[in-house]
């Protein structure tokens, strides 16, 4: 056992981050995270980490801003016990959504994030499928993005015959991403035309592609309302394809989306357990693949200073 790695939950998905632990052979390490009766946020670190090695797992899923400021305040306290590095491990960083400024007077919130991880003591940062990948760039410090396409690719080839598949993008912005889904399966890949009317309404028009009379996976870095997915999967019923699949990192999974999920004609959702899914999100045509070995590894490569990248290939 290595006394000087220490991984820590900051509470947002404890199940994975005890999954990382197993995996590296180390106890997850104690934090006490409380609320104050005027609701602030109280973060004690139960344990010594001086010139440690510190990794914290945290999602900023729902409720997010809470999620947030306990990264925030667990980052800090870390930084106060004279942590040697601090790595925040963040599976699902939600803000990337917000990458750029398509409206007046908004704030680039991904860029926002980035720069207060680095003032609550973050020295790097690990992640995984960015919604885009410009955000990357919004980061003053080393960042390892990791992915969970070979995971969910594997997951496919090991069950389906992918003799007359096709990788489908549900926009033309995730065209590069399902192009790397498509070329891991050696399968042909086609795009839809949509147009976003709303934060919870698209509007889709042709697909870009021969999808007519095969069978389709559709792949997307997360699923929140499920509004693209499930008028993704009347396009692509208009247009004459068989059985539909669906790959996805992220199952956020918010508002409506698991009743709307449970009766769209699809025949498997899989996605990756970046985010913690509650038992009444569950469903039979879900499918969760952990990706606790991928990021046990790549925490163990940066501890050893070894190359994160090699895992893929």
């Not at 934090?31 to 973060?43: E, G, H, P």
């Not at 090695?53 to 004279?82: E, G, H, K, W, Y």
């Amino acid at each position: 056992m290595n006394e000087n790695l220490k991984v820590f939950s900051a509470g947002a998905n404890n199940a994975l981050t005890k999954e990382i632990c197993d995996h590296l052979g180390i106890p997850l390490s104690q934090l006490d995270i409380s609320r104050f009766s005027n609701d602030n946020l109280f973060v004690q670190v139960k344990e010594s980490v001086r010139e440690k090695d510190v990794f914290v797992v945290q999602s900023l899923t729902q409720p997010a801003s809470d999620n947030i400021m306990a990264l925030m305040l667990t980052l800090d306290a870390l930084r106060s016990a004279s942590a040697r590095r601090i790595t925040a491990v963040i599976p699902y960083y939600s803000y990337a959504r917000s990458d750029k400024k398509d409206a007046p007077r908004i704030s680039i919130a991904g860029r926002l994030i980035a720069d207060l991880l680095k003032t609550a003591g973050a020295d790097r940062v690990l992640t995984m499928d960015l919604h885009a990948d410009s955000v990357h760039g919004f980061f003053s410090m080393p960042v390892d993005h990791l992915t969970a396409i070979p995971t969910i690719c594997d997951y496919f080839a090991c069950r389906l015959d992918l003799s007359q598949m096709v990788a489908v993008a549900t926009d033309a912005g995730g065209a590069k991403r399902v192009g790397r889904f498509a070329n891991r399966l050696d399968i042909p890949m086609a795009f839809i035309d949509k147009r976003r009317i709303s934060d919870s309404d698209v509007e889709q028009g042709l697909v870009v592609g021969k999808v007519k009379g095969k069978d389709a996976i559709v792949f997307d870095d997360e699923i929140s309302t499920g509004s693209t997915l499930i008028t993704t999967v009347h396009t692509l019923k208009k247009a004459g394809v068989g059985k539909i699949y669906v790959g996805a990192t992220h199952p956020v999974l918010c508002g409506n989306a698991v009743a709307n999920l449970k009766t769209t004609d699809v025949t498997k959702i899989v996605v990756s357990n970046t985010v913690h899914i509650s038992e009444d999100k569950l469903f039979p045509k879900l499918k969760v693949l952990s990706i606790a070995s991928l990021f046990s590894r790549a925490i163990l490569r940066v501890h050893t200073g070894e190359s994160v990248s090699a895992l893929f290939k």
